[in-house]
């Protein structure tokens, strides 16, 4: 791992891979330091944010917390998602992949993903664990308008529109789950750590 400082309140801790970020991410959530007020995961990084406390204590605490699997943790339910798997590029995603529609739609729902991290808008998880064989390249022409509640695949990961939004991913289906919502709380349904399975309608 390599540290960085991002002021006299932030460290941005930089890791080789999205497995290790996870991994480190889940243990630095499970033993909280007292001065940290947030840890934001990306697919290479964990901004930690803290205020009180010197940097260095909290590098030291960075280094010294142990990476946390899956398995290790207590989790709750996973989140149910309803999906109407209708979406445009559902057929071609089949054929890339040589699952088929049917095989598309197996694979998606067959496991459980979990919320790597959140981004490019409000509520837009970035979810992965899912089947290898749904690993495929986001469209080679973005689409200009993407409707809220399309869920797609790009690369490793799975995800859901939150709202209407430019968008590259390909489309496999729809759900009217609301992603984000600023009277509930927390607005995002989902959280990274979350842990998502998919159910066909």
Same mark, same amino acid.
């Given at each position: 791992?390599?540290?960085?400082?991002?002021?006299?309140?932030?460290?941005?801790?930089?890791?080789?891979?999205?497995?290790?970020?996870?991994?480190?991410?889940?243990?630095?959530?499970?033993?909280?330091?007292?001065?940290?007020?947030? %840890? =934001?995961?990306?697919?290479?990084?964990?901004? $930690?944010?803290? @205020?009180?406390?010197?940097?260095? #204590? /909290?590098? *030291?605490?960075?280094?010294?917390?142990?990476?946390?699997?899956?398995?290790?943790?207590?989790?709750?339910?996973?989140?149910?998602?309803?999906?109407?798997?209708?979406?445009?590029?559902?057929?071609?995603?089949?054929?890339?992949?040589?699952?088929?529609?049917?095989?598309?739609?197996?694979?998606?729902?067959?496991?459980?993903?979990?919320?790597?991290?959140?981004?490019?808008?409000?509520?837009?998880?970035? %979810? =992965?664990?899912?089947?290898?064989?749904?690993? $495929?390249?986001? @469209?080679?022409?973005?689409?200009? #308008? /993407?409707? *809220?509640?399309?869920?797609?695949?790009?690369?490793?990961?799975?995800?859901?529109?939150?709202?209407?939004?430019?968008?590259?991913?390909?489309?496999?289906?729809?759900?009217?789950?609301?992603?984000?919502?600023?009277?509930?709380?927390?607005?995002?349904?989902?959280?990274?750590?979350?842990?998502?399975?998919?159910?066909?309608?």
């Amino acid at each position: 791992m390599r540290i960085l400082d991002m002021g006299d309140r932030a460290l941005l801790v930089e890791f080789d891979g999205l497995a290790d970020t996870l991994a480190h991410y889940r243990g630095l959530a499970a033993e909280r330091h007292p001065a940290v007020t947030d %840890l =934001v995961p990306a697919a290479r990084t964990v901004l $930690v944010r803290f @205020r009180g406390a010197r940097p260095d #204590s /909290v590098a *030291a605490w960075v280094r010294s917390t142990a990476p946390l699997t899956v398995d290790e943790l207590s989790g709750s339910e996973p989140v149910e998602i309803p999906v109407r798997y209708d979406g445009p590029d559902l057929a071609e995603v089949g054929e890339i992949t040589g699952l088929g529609v049917e095989g598309v739609v197996a694979a998606h729902t067959g496991r459980t993903w979990t919320v790597a991290f959140v981004g490019f808008s409000p509520g837009f998880g970035y %979810l =992965v664990g899912g089947d290898t064989g749904l690993h $495929v390249p986001r @469209r080679s022409s973005p689409r200009t #308008s /993407v409707p *809220a509640g399309a869920v797609g695949l790009a690369g490793e990961f799975s995800g859901i529109y939150p709202r209407r939004s430019p968008g590259g991913w390909q489309l496999i289906g729809s759900t009217t789950e609301r992603m984000w919502d600023v009277d509930r709380d927390p607005p995002a349904l989902l959280q990274p750590g979350t842990e998502v399975r998919f159910v066909a309608l």
